[in-house]
T-cell receptor
Framework: DQQVKQNSPSLSVQEGRISILNCDYT??????FLWYKKYPAEGPTFLIS?????DKNEDGRFTVFLNKSAKHLSLHIVPSQPGDSAVYFC???????????FGSGTKLNVKP | NAGVTQTPKFQVLKTGQSMTLQCAQD?????MYWYRQDPGMGLRLIYY???????DKGEVPNGYNVSRLNKREFSLRLESAAPSQTSVYFC???????????FGPGTRLTVT
């Protein structure tokens, strides 16, 4: 059973608007969360992360929000750009800091 | 994907054949990982190595073996390939401090 879930396989957004990608997890012992971006025929690249002691982390146009009580995190991209079109994976780090658990990904399409 | 190389990029095998996927890094990181990516499943951890000389099973280790040859190299072996092992395989490395993972470009494997 997947411990990290991304329930939206795809999302389409107009250029300049906000993109919100969601992720849920089941294991309350997860302490660190990451978002990765993946273009076709390439490996994923790290985007942004958040520790469980925080509820928000911001890096330029990208902000990750963490709601521990709901076991939910989200990635906000503002403003969205066509170059942001990619598959986004959320990941959680196990409590022994050795294993990463990935969601199934959300394909974002930003329309010009 | 600078710093993590994978060979080969593409491979077609017949059922029952064996092969080894190679991964090498030049970033001097301790931890190395092998993942497989399947449609709708995200990335699933096959094996990982927290340091030279150690390896541990991930979520989906059956049908695979690994070798951490030295700090730079981590190989994944399929002893008797099966069609269910058709997938894209990614090698990744991570530091112990920042938890970010750096991924290689992937190996696309088809087993007929």
């Amino acid at each position: 059973d997947q411990q990290v879930k991304q329930n939206s396989p795809s999302l389409s957004v107009q250029e300049g608007r906000i993109s919100i990608l969601n992720c849920d997890y089941t294991n309350s012992m997860f302490d660190y969360f990451l978002w990765y971006k993946k273009y076709p025929a390439e490996g994923p690249t790290f985007l942004i992360s958040i520790s469980s002691i925080k509820d928000k982390n911001e890096d330029g146009r990208f902000t990750v929000f963490l709601n521990k009580s709901a076991k939910h995190l989200s990635l906000h991209i503002v403003p969205s750009q066509p170059g942001d079109s990619a598959v986004y994976f959320c990941a959680a780090l196990s409590e022994n800091f050795n294993k990463f658990y990935f969601g199934s990904g959300t394909k974002l399409n930003v329309k010009p | 994907n600078a710093g993590v190389t994978q060979t080969p990029k593409f491979q077609v095998l017949k059922t029952g054949q064996s092969m080894t996927l190679q991964c090498a890094q030049d970033m001097n990181h301790n931890s190395m990982y092998w993942y497989r990516q399947d449609p709708g499943m995200g990335l699933r951890l096959i094996y990982y190595s927290a340091s030279e000389g150690t390896t541990d099973k991930g979520e989906v280790p059956n049908g695979y073996n690994v070798s951490r040859l030295n700090k730079r190299e981590f190989s994944l072996r399929l002893e008797s390939a099966a069609p269910s092992q058709t997938s894209v395989y990614f090698c990744a490395i991570a530091t112990g401090a920042s938890y970010e993972q750096y991924f290689g470009p992937g190996t696309r494997l088809t087993v007929t």
